[in-house]
């Protein structure tokens, strides 16, 4: 296991120079966890052409046990030997971790969906592995541009081969609604009915929501539902005229400006509004957050904004999920475990972040001169923003998450944003998520001390040849020695 390039980076490594796993046509593979199994099943038979039956006992082959395993919730061991491939966990994701080490040991063209030649071996040794933050995410904004169910399937079967376990979806802001809301069927039909540009828009029934929250737990990815508010709420406004203050409702909004809409706080038909929605959308979630938003209200006074939080944020706890919100929230009073998602830069953390930590809440790290993906990597980049710098590869790898902000908060983890305002087609989302967030993915999952550049960049460039063979779109950046 010396020529190792997994990403994240595993914990600790040893190999076993000299012994070779070679799989061969009339393996098994013996899961203790059938969905787990059958996953493994799927990606290998395609490139291998082999049978591989989920079959019980010790034969040749792999081995993916829920006994003798490791104590934390998704660490696992991996050991190969000539015989066998043997995978321990305690839990289902960490079985599921397990098989993506075990499939990036792989040669890359077990990523292809023909029959390839072998042989397929895995490196000798042992691994041991665990992260170092339980919340390891990606966010898409799907509002100011639509992307449908397969897109999403297809970024979360992405975010998952990285072992990244949350998928934040952005699902309403000025330029649309993209959820059915049965107590509101407007805002899906009226206020889903638009995007950045004039497009058609579009929204999800709560049927394909539901089907996408099951496709992704089967990957052990949690969905983290986003309703932004009281700002970003043009597409609602313009479904239900008594939303607003003068009870007219604005036109759709097609631009790409922030901070001019504001749902009416002084109004009691918001809070009806606020709590049908919150209600809802807390039932289509089995995870346990719901993220408010609460960002750049800018067209609502600070006063109207604590009132509103003191009001909405309560709601959330009453339909038993945990408060996320973006970091301007710090200074509305907090529910219990309520998340603050600093997405200020590295430099000089403001007061709403300061305001956050000393009131207790817990951090979501999103610094947007380092994680954001809609940046450029360098002025050349054909879409994206630039208002908080060039994000090159290196730039979003190398910084680490403990100490970047003062006040010893306690930091849940990582999160890389993807805001669609110049992002349309599913190419676009792979460019600028591809190389970057396998570095996020790193920075989240692996200690600090086992990461540095040179090696994250070795090992990058090993997985060129697998985003090729899946159809990944990926920026090749100069900064890293593409295989
Ligand atoms: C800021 S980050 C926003 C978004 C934009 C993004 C573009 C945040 C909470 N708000 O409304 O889409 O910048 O980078």
Known sequence: MNELSVIPVPAEVYPEPGVVFKLRPDAVIRSDSPSVGAYLADR?????????????????????????????????????????????????????????????????????????DGPWTVPGGRIADRPRYAYRAAMLDVSRHFFGVEVLERFVDRLSRYKINVLHLHLSDDQGWRIAVNAWPRLATVGGASQVGGGPGGHYSQEQYAGLV?????????????IDMPGHVNAALSAYPELNADGAAPPPYTGVDVGFSTLSVG????????????????????????????DEAQSTTPEDYVEFMARVQPMVTAAGKTVIGWHQIGPAAREPGRIAQYWGSTDEPDADIRAAIAQGDRVLLSPANRVYLDMKYTPDTPIGLDWAGHVTVRTAYEWNPATLLPGDPDVIGVEAP??????????????????????????????QPSR??????????????RWTLLGIAFFESPEIPWQ
């Open 44 to 116: 290998l038979r395609p490139p291998t052409g082999y049978a591989l039956p989920l079959a019980q006992g010790p034969g040749h082959g792999i081995e993916l046990l829920l006994a003798d395993a490791p104590a934390g919730e998704e660490e696992y061991t991996l050991e190969a030997t000539a015989e066998r491939v043997t995978v321990r966990a305690r839990t289902d994701a960490g079985l599921f971790y397990g098989v993506q080490t075990l499939l990036q040991l792989l040669p890359s063209t077990v990523e292809a969906s023909t029959v390839q």
């Open 214 to 226: 099951a496709y992704a737990a089967a990957r052990h990815v949690t969905l983290v539902p986003e």
């Open 267 to 294: 109004k009691e038909v918001t809070y009806r509004f606020a709590r049908d929605v919150l209600e809802e959308i807390a039932a289509l979630t089995p995870g346990p957050y719901l993220h408010i938003g609460g």
């Open 418 to 447: 993807l805001w669609t305002e110049t992002v349309s087609t599913p190419d676009d989302i792979d460019l600028l998520t591809f190389p970057r967030l396998p570095a996020v993915a790193e920075l989240a999952w692996s200690p």
């Open 452 to 465: 540095d550049w040179p090696g994250f960049r070795a090992r990058l460039a090993v997985h060129g040849p």
